[in-house]
Nanobody
Framework: QVRLVESGGGLAEAGGSLGLSCTASGSTIRIKTMAWYRQASGKQRELVASITEGGSIAYADFVRGRFTISRDNAKNTVYLQMDFLKPEDTAVYFC???????????WGQGTQVTVSS
């Protein structure tokens, strides 16, 4: 059974930095795409950044230039370095993975990021 375990997050001041990591386990199939989503209170979940096995990266406009996604394929781990944080970045951040040959999206349990002004 696939499992995504996130770590990191917490509390930061505006302008500060936080890092997230997420490790996938439970499958021998290679992971096609890993991504980070976020969901603020009362809002819909939205894509933050994604990265393919080959290293192709996409960012949402609201984080481009501030957040950096990276991935260690050997460890089935995706990272999100968040710099120049803003209060509006406050949300629960979710890890997402899609495996090759599968359409199902796997989700982590979510980790809270809170940015104070």
């Amino acid at each position: 059974q696939v499992r995504l375990v996130e770590s990191g997050g917490g509390l930061a001041e505006a302008g500060g930095s936080l890092g997230l990591s997420c490790t996938a386990s439970g499958s021998t199939i290679r992971i096609k795409t890993m991504a980070w989503y976020r969901q603020a209170s009362g809002k819909q979940r939205e894509l933050v950044a994604s990265i393919t096995e080959g290293g192709s990266i996409a960012y949402a406009d609201f984080v481009r230039g501030r957040f950096t996604i990276s991935r260690d394929n050997a460890k089935n781990t995706v990272y999100l370095q968040m710099d120049f944080l803003k209060p509006e970045d406050t949300a629960v951040y979710f890890c997402n993975a899609v495996y090759f040959g599968r359409s199902y999206q796997h989700w982590g349990q979510g980790t809270q990021v809170t940015v104070s002004s």
